[in-house]
């Protein structure tokens, strides 16, 4: 998040809550005497746009796997590899299949460190849901994308997207960010890779700009960065019980993902010049990184 304007970030609230600098942009269409446009519901998971551009890996299942923990392991929805495999990924996975894994680029592989959880299922009790790019917006990527290449480090930001839109719903809050990155920054598509979500008994993580694409969240230091917000303002307070379980359960999944250590994860306030993620949400991830978080 911003400090300042001169060392603008991702998200501003006054564009986010439909201040005039919006609606003359006309990139959202809301009427003057409404705070936020109605709440567009996230639909059931369409074709995979993940991975549009031909990115993936093909995987070979084996015994025990699930589609469910070849999704945790890629960091690909499930509803991704399902898409790009229609018949193959009918359960149960058999053994020697291979799959088409859209947009992965990185697999945990069997014989590397577990995540912090492994369920077969994705059901009550997960830490958390990977939900795909394709269930929140149809917008391609824009043609200024660049390559990833291999990720070396994980920044974790806030949205601070201010009081006026705490409550909004999650869906709501990813399209004004998304909107606000491609109309007001022109960036290819909204900034960060993975947004941590509000919502739901099971917490939502948000796919946001694909993984194999360098993101645009950490000014002078988005290369080979991997970029994860958590929704919310985390100044004074830090994230929901839910949301700090998902989010140490995902940092430790992307870590073993993409071989980060520990010393590589950053709050953006360490690689630019910013107050995110906030001081409470701060802490948590220096405790986090000296294995102390609960
Ligand atoms: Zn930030």
Redo the contacts with the bound molecule.
């Keep these: 998040?911003p400090s300042s304007e001169r060392f603008p970030?991702?998200t501003r609230r006054g564009f986010l809550v439909g201040t005039a600098a919006v609606l003359a942009a006309g990139c959202i269409r809301t009427p003057q005497n409404q705070e936020y446009a109605p709440v567009t519901p996230v639909r059931p998971a369409g074709p995979a746009t993940t991975g549009g551009d031909g990115s993936g890996l093909t995987y070979t299942v084996e015994r025990g796997d699930t589609l469910y923990s070849i999704s945790r392991r890629a960091g690909i929805p499930v509803a991704d590899i399902e898409n790009a495999n229609p018949r193959s990924s009918d359960p149960p996975l058999r053994p020697g299949t291979r799959l088409w894994l859209p947009g992965a680029i990185a697999i945990i592989g069997t014989t590397a460190a577990p995540p912090t959880t492994t369920p077969e299922v994705a059901g009550k009790g997960e830490p958390y849901r990977l939900v795909p790019r394709s269930t929140w917006t149809d917008a391609k990527i824009g043609p200024k994308r660049e390559p990833m290449g291999k990720v070396l480090k994980i920044?974790v930001?806030?949205t601070?997207e201010g009081e006026r839109l705490a409550e909004v719903p999650d869906a709501e809050l990813l399209k004004r960010i998304d909107n606000y990155h491609r109309e007001g920054r022109h960036w290819p598509s909204i900034g960060y890779h993975y947004l941590v979500g509000r919502d739901g008994e099971i917490c939502n993580i948000y796919e946001g700009r694909p993984a194999q694409f360098k993101g645009t969240?950490?000014l002078h230091n988005n290369s080979n960065n991997l970029?994860i917000?958590v929704m919310g303002d985390f100044m004074h307070k830090l994230p929901t019980p839910k949301q700090l379980r998902a989010l140490r359960a995902f940092l430790d999944d992307s870590r073993s993902r993409f071989s980060v250590s520990l010393t590589q994860v950053y709050g953006?306030?360490e690689l630019s010049a910013?107050s995110?993620?906030g001081d409470a949400l701060f802490a948590w991830l220096k405790d986090y990184r000296a294995g102390r978080a609960g």
């Design positions: 998040m970030c991702v920044t930001h806030h601070d969240h950490t970029g917000a953006h306030r910013s995110c993620p």
